[in-house]
């Protein structure tokens, strides 16, 4: 099933609607099967838990959204430093994105498992 958001824009004699297809990066995760992530409105993905990138840097991602959302997912150990997870997330979601309208969601399987998402 697709999720759709309708949009109407009404100019002198003619009504436009526009329909913006809502995307999904759907996650395996540890002993809770899997789970969807939402992609759209994602302003920025960050190393770290919401408390900031010094927090748990390898062992936890998080997507801020613009509605002042966080979606955190701790995942298995990375090195330190390492952007890799990070970067897995950005590619994963600017190739969801570029899906027909057909696709909603895209399956991921990180390298690195994820253990938990948490949604705040």
């Known amino acids: 099933m697709s999720v759709f958001f309708c949009l109407s824009l009404c100019f002198i004699n ?3 609607i526009l329909f913006i297809m809502e995307k999904f990066l759907s996650v395996p995760v540890t002993g809770a099967g899997t789970q969807l992530i939402p992609c759209s409105d994602v302003k920025f993905v960050e190393i770290g838990d919401a408390g900031g990138p010094a927090s748990n840097p390898t062992t ?3 997507i801020y959204y613009g509605d ?3 979606l955190t997912l ?10 890799e997870f990070r970067t897995f997330i950005q590619d ?7 899906l027909e309208w057909t696709e909603p969601s895209l399956e991921i399987v990180p390298k690195f ?3 938990a998402i948490a949604y705040a």
């Open 14 to 16: 003619s009504i436009i």
């Open 60 to 62: 936890a991602t998080t």
């Open 68 to 70: 002042a959302q966080t």
């Open 74 to 83: 701790t995942h298995a150990a990375v090195a330190a430093n390492s952007v």
């Open 92 to 98: 994963s979601l600017a190739k969801v994105l570029k």
């Open 113 to 115: 498992a994820v253990s």
